[in-house]
């Protein structure tokens, strides 16, 4: 700028904010993206929840009348709900307590790290920002 009454902003600092401002936004849409497609499964580690998983059919069926083949299609769709199984889970500490605590441990550190690296991304893109201004 060439003189401090002036409030314009130069068309090279606008386009470096509109491009910084593109960058930190997608990452931050990647980032949640990420997050809300894994959703289910980070809190199907972490909870007690049972795992609810669809079977589903389908049947075709022909009938012969006079007045031609009729067909008809019959769906049929099922949910079937598993629960967790804490008599085996004891028995599996009872005889392999390392093995049993070891994947505990990363049944529930895991979903926080995948959660870290996503943040990571993100801070690292607002520092680039950051740095690149001074």
């Known amino acids: 700028m060439d003189d401090g009454d002036s409030s314009d902003v130069d068309i090279n600092v606008g386009w470096l904010l509109f491009l910084m401002g593109m ?3 997608a990452t931050n849409y990647m980032a949640a993206i990420g997050l809300s497609v894994n959703n289910d499964t980070i809190l199907q580690m972490t909870g007690f929840m049972p795992k609810t998983s669809g079977d589903s059919s389908a049947t075709k069926n ?5 007045d031609g083949d009729i067909t008809t299609y019959t769906y049929v769709s099922e949910d079937v709900e598993t629960k967790k199984n804490f008599f085996a889970m004891n ?7 390392d093995l049993f605590f070891f994947q505990q441990t ?14 990571t991304a993100v801070v690292m893109v607002f ?7 001074f």
Do not use: D, H, K, R
């Not at 520092?127 to 201004?133: E, M, P, Q, S, W």
């Open 62 to 66: 022909v009938f012969s009348s006079t």
């Open 91 to 97: 028995e599996i500490m009872n005889l392999w307590g």
């Open 106 to 119: 990363l049944q529930m550190f895991l979903p926080l790290f995948y959660i870290l690296l996503l943040e």
């Open 127 to 133: 520092v680039a920002t950051v740095i690149n201004f």
């Open 23 to 25: 960058l930190y936004g």
